[in-house]
């Protein structure tokens, strides 16, 4: 019979966890892995809670496995490194983000795209090697073979800087490979939650003309004052849309519900790009004749690997781009959840695991 989640592993370890579909968090007794010799224990401190894991919790994408310990905006510090460790000694600030494995021998592994490797590992809900589930980083250690843990600059707060590890990734990355860095150009973001306020600050960073298009018109002052933001669109009104069409060279989509795309392309001019990072439980409808008659592109992204994370973090570092959160104690985290679904978060909620982690 399989060993329970608190018996599999010598480690003890505690979280929280959710047990069925209703998406509830309450603590969670479990276990981790012997520190191997390429493993490095994490003591968490901070972990940001992202959309993906109120879809996981909600079984939005139905392939939960209960109970499930979101979590993978992790930063920490080592405790422990096995014996071939070369890169971390105990006591670095450390940061672990959406995977902790990968076969290391595909195309994408080779290419440094273990996020596109097939057997990619994510810090939760996955099946780790030895077939026992990944459990995330809402718990007070984490266990992470070295090549997936990253250096966390010094000078990024552990708190602000966490949500970098999945929302600041997840923009970084396709801004790069889809070439939206273009000093100059116009910016779309959709959605301002965790990855649009982050979106935004890249986009500022790379010297581009930023516009977010929202559903939450009270977002609009802190959009601009706050974010640096250039402009402001309310999408449900039909007049300032129809004034800004055509304008944007490109625009990132991360909204997290099923919307319709015909406005956004709307928005792009000749050859421009959109790339949509959302996903809700259903399929959008792709509309074609604004992509054919405007030659425009419609792309995907998933995170990014493990070498573009720890170039992201560091360009993080250097140009002083962090979250904006709310920190709030463990015992808060569904009351956050419940927050994030009605699009009620600025920008991003970040547990505050030591501190607020009591059995
Ligand atoms: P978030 O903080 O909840 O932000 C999403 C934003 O989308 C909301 O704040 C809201 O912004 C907008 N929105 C929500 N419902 C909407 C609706 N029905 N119509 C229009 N706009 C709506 O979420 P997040 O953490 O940024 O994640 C966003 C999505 O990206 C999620 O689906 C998540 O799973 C996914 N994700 C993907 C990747 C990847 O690698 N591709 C990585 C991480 C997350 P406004 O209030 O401004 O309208
Ligand atoms: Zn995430």
Not at 190 to 208: D, I, N, P, R, T
Not at 292 to 300: I, T, Y
């Amino acid at each position: 019979m399989a060993k329970s989640p608190e018996e599999e592993h010598p480690q003890k370890a505690f979280g929280w966890a959710a047990r069925d579909s209703s998406g509830v968090l309450s603590p969670f007794h479990f276990s981790r892995r012997e520190n191997g010799e390429e493993d490095v224990t994490i003591k968490i401190l901070y972990c940001g809670v992202c959309h993906s894991d109120l879809h996981i919790v909600k079984n939005d994408w139905g392939f939960t496995r209960f109970p499930v310990v979101p979590g993978h905006e992790i930063v920490g510090v080592v405790t422990k490194t096995g014996k071939n460790v070369k890169k971390f000694k105990v006591g670095d600030r450390v940061g672990v983000g959406v995977l902790v494995g990968s076969c290391k021998k595909c195309d994408s592994c080779q290419q440094d795209l273990e996020n596109y490797c097939p057997q990619v590992i994510f810090t939760y809900n996955s099946l780790y090697h030895d077939g026992t589930i990944t459990y995330g980083g809402y718990s007070d250690a984490v266990v992470v073979e070295e090549c997936y843990v990253l250096r966390f600059p010094d000078n990024l707060p552990p708190d602000a800087g966490a949500p970098l590890l999945c929302a600041g990734i997840t923009v970084y990355s396709p801004m790069k490979y889809y070439g939206m860095t273009e000093p100059g150009k116009h910016l779309g973001v959709a959605g301002l939650g965790g990855l649009g306020h982050v979106a935004v600050k890249f986009g500022k960073a790379f010297g581009l003309r930023v516009t977010v298009i929202s559903t939450s018109p009270k977002k609009e002052d802190e959009a601009i004052n706050r974010l640096g933001a250039d402009a402001f669109l309310v999408s449900s009104d039909p007049a300032k849309m129809k004034v800004a069409m055509g304008t944007m060279d490109y625009i990132i989509d991360t909204v997290s519900a099923v919307h319709a795309l015909a406005p956004l392309l709307g928005l792009l001019k000749l050859n421009g790009k959109l790339v949509t990072l959302g996903l809700p439980d259903k399929p959008l409808e792709l509309p074609i004749f604004p992509l054919v008659l405007g030659r425009k592109l419609v792309g995907g992204s998933d995170v990014g690997g493990m070498k573009e994370t720890q170039e992201m973090l560091d360009f993080c570092a250097e140009h002083g781009i962090t979250a904006d959160i709310e920190l709030i104690r463990m015992e808060n985290v569904n009351m956050a959840m419940e927050r994030l679904a009605k699009s009620d978060v600025r920008y991003r909620f970040v547990i505050d695991v030591a501190n607020s982690l009591s059995q």
